[in-house]
């Protein structure tokens, strides 16, 4: 990477507060391992993370999406999580997005909390270096 510390913009879902609190730590504790500068911003639910990201691309060099859709009763469980996951990749491709992807997709809450805990499976964690390894390769590949 280059020496210029990366400032990422974390995009928290907070429809579920004690995952989306789990998540953001283990996003945050990794980023600052890695000296990045970066800021939070809360939206309502994970269909909203695609479009906070576009409005903010000028401002960051990589974004960590984070939050929690956890399946129910109706298809609204695959509409979230497919147009969400669609509108990421739809930035990471077109507009040149550095995104490190952690919306969870659980069958259940246990599931989810199991994911976003620190001391489990940790995948704002993950998340958070996929960002940085992104904003890396996009900095080797364009110089920006």
């Known amino acids: ?44 639910g994970a269909f909203e993370i695609p479009a906070t990201i576009n409005w903010a691309l000028a401002n960051y060099d990589g974004f960590i999406a ?35 992807y952690g919306i969870l997709t659980t069958e259940n809450r246990e599931q989810a909390v199991v994911r976003a805990d620190p001391k489990q499976k940790n995948k704002g964690k993950d998340a958070a270096e996929a960002c940085l390894r992104m904003v890396e390769i996009k900095r080797r590949f364009t110089g920006s």
């Open 1 to 44: 990477m280059s020496d210029r510390k990366p400032h990422i913009l974390i995009v928290q879902a907070r429809f579920y507060d004690d995952i989306a609190n789990m998540l953001v730590e283990g996003a945050v504790t990794t980023l600052e391992a890695a000296g990045a500068t970066w800021e939070e911003i809360e939206v309502p």
């Open 66 to 100: 984070l939050g929690c859709v956890i399946r129910g009763e109706t298809s609204h469980y695959d509409y979230v999580c497919g147009e969400s996951a669609r509108g990421l990749q739809e930035l990471a491709l077109h507009k040149q997005a550095p995104i490190g």
